[in-house]
């Protein structure tokens, strides 16, 4: 079993930067692509970011291009989510989740990760 607790959410007014953090136990990552989803409310889950389990390829969400940046430190089992230039409707609860397969190429689809944490608030004000 792995345990993934994300923290770093807040409140934040558009224009600012909060950096996330999704910190694994139970199980080590490193074999693992890992992504950052989100969801809004009344909206579905959308991807926002992945990351290869090297660390060598990351993908994006279009609209987050340029602002987000994912990267990892398999050291310490840890993934982070930099967000700059934030936007109101950045707003969401994001959450982390870890690839279902070993070794692999990233998927972009929630079906693609078996694994959850329990979720951080960000809230960008206008």
């Known amino acids: 079993q792995v345990q993934l607790v994300e923290s770093g959410g807040g409140l934040v007014q558009a224009g600012g930067s909060l950096r996330l953090s999704c910190a694994a136990s139970g199980r080590t990552i490193g074999s693992y692509y890992m992504g950052w989803f989100r969801q809004a409310p009344g909206k579905e889950r959308e991807f926002v970011a992945a990351i290869h389990w090297t660390g060598g390829s990351t993908y994006y969400l279009d609209s987050v291009k340029g602002r987000f940046t994912i990267s990892r430190d398999n050291a310490k089992n840890t993934v982070y989510l930099e967000m700059n230039s934030l936007k109101p409707e950045d707003t969401a609860v994001y959450y982390c989740?870890?690839?279902?397969?070993?070794?692999?190429?990233?998927?972009?689809?929630?079906?693609?990760?078996?694994?959850w944490g329990q979720g951080t608030q960000v809230t960008v004000s206008s």
């Open positions: 989740g870890r690839g279902r397969f070993l070794h692999s190429r990233v998927e972009v689809t929630e079906g693609g990760y078996n694994y």
